[in-house]
């Protein structure tokens, strides 16, 4: 790929990312909302929203396995087309099952977290936009236009209040359905950006079993089997049960809890931008550990803490560290495995996260109810740290091509000097 269609390229995505993470920003907050003001009952919600994250699963199954011969320009276009026709569908209303369609072929995503077919494909495209030495910078950036776009889409979802507020005449669920009518917006401006991206872009390659090297796979194995573990201890760590704690523990609003996240978002955000600059002086493997590890102590003792304040402050420092991480992961996962293995590798640790994430909530809530509040707190850090210990035993001998090429050229000069 030329570096002009490399820049070109890198910034559709960047700019497809942004609308994107706004777009589910918005439906993490507000499609709960939206659905309750339809007269559906929470079960019925769940089930809804539960739709959409099976759709979301599926389809970063199918990109797994076929995104490159099918054509990664393409099956980016329809995953964002099929997101804004769901949300269409949603915004009408309709029968129980129509909805639950639509947020399944949609991939309503109720999280708020930006995850799944469209960001596997999207991290293997974009190490081959710029070279090896600015990979992680390129991956920091990328996370930072995420996270930013997220926390937008949070406080989009506040406007049909300021609606329906400003002026009560409009029913709070017009108001609420204009939101989903902007949702399905920017996903179908998502679709058209993707039109733009060059075709230097695919790559044609046989079918998966026949693709992927033994050694790929081994590293992939080792790596899903470790990922899984992260992504348990994290489903313990869902904002909805964080929020939950400091609500209960403390007795703050909910206003205040809202302030709280919108600032962590803005820690993590800022805090990407380090990860790079670790990552050259450290290497990515020790950026991941050495940031992850006092990350998961400073949640622990937010679990302990005695006043509001407190918790609050440890939890912001928390946030401006535990995310570095991400785009280190990102960028090793793409330097250990051939260019041709990228789709394949981004969607397998891709899905191994999702599954962990959604294995650990249910069992925190329960642990929450009969233990303590802050059981979760305690016991998500500790597995995330179990993880960090044995990435650094399993991998920290195998080196990027940027880190292997920096570690041999001081032996240069030596050889030179010796011939």
């Not at 703050?252 to 805090?271: K, Q």
């Not at 570690?407 to 030596?414: I, K, L």
């Amino acid at each position: 790929m030329t570096a002009e269609h490399g820049k070109r390229n890198r910034s559709l995505i960047y700019a497809a990312a942004s609308l994107r993470s706004a777009a589910t920003g918005l439906s993490g907050v507000m499609v709960g909302i939206y659905l309750a003001r339809l007269h559906l009952g929470a079960g019925t919600i769940g089930a809804i929203i539960t739709a959409g994250l099976a759709g979301g699963a599926g389809a970063a199954l199918l990109a797994t396995v076929a995104a490159d011969n099918l054509g990664r320009r393409r099956f980016l276009f329809s995953l964002a087309l099929m997101s804004s026709l769901g949300g269409l569908v949603l915004a009408a209303g309709g029968h129980t099952l129509l909805l639950a369609g639509a947020a399944f072929f949609g991939m309503l995503n109720g999280m708020g977290k930006d995850r799944g077919a469209p960001v596997a494909i999207e991290q293997a495209i974009l190490p081959s936009t710029a070279p090896d030495e600015q990979r992680t910078s390129v991956f920091a950036f990328y996370n930072v236009v995420q996270s930013a776009s997220a926390a937008v889409g949070a406080l989009l979802a506040g406007l049909p209040d300021l609606i329906h507020r400003s002026d009560p005449a409009i029913p709070e669920v017009e108001a609420l359905r204009a939101a989903m009518l902007l949702y399905a917006a920017l996903m179908g401006a998502t679709a058209l950006l993707y039109i733009g991206i060059t075709r230097e872009v695919e790559i044609y390659s046989p079918p998966v079993g026949m693709r992927i090297s033994p050694e790929t796979r081994a590293v992939l194995v080792k790596l899903s089997a470790l990922f899984a573990l992260d992504s348990v201890g994290g489903g313990f760590l869902t904002q909805a049960l964080i929020s939950l704690f400091f609500v209960e523990r403390f007795g703050v609003g909910a206003a205040t809890v809202a302030a709280l996240f919108f600032c962590a978002s803005i820690a993590n955000a800022l805090s990407q931008l380090v990860a790079p600059i670790l990552a050259r002086r450290i290497g990515l493997i020790n950026t991941m550990v050495f940031t992850h590890l006092p990350s998961n102590a400073l949640l622990m003792m937010v679990a302990i803490a005695p006043n509001f304040p407190l918790a609050a402050a440890l939890f912001l420092v928390r946030e401006s560290m535990v995310q570095m991480d991400v785009p280190a992961r990102q960028s090793y996962v793409m330097a250990v495995v051939r260019p041709e293995e990228r789709t394949f590798a981004a969607g397998v640790t891709g899905l191994v996260r999702l599954g962990g994430w959604a294995v650990a909530p249910g069992l925190a809530g329960i642990l929450m109810q009969s233990v303590s509040l802050g059981t979760p707190l305690i016991v998500g850090p500790a597995l995330k740290a179990v993880y960090d210990i044995l990435l650094f035993r399993s991998f920290r001998h195998l080196k990027p091509p940027e880190e292997r090429i920096h570690e041999a050229a001081p032996e240069e000069p030596a050889r030179k000097a010796q011939s």
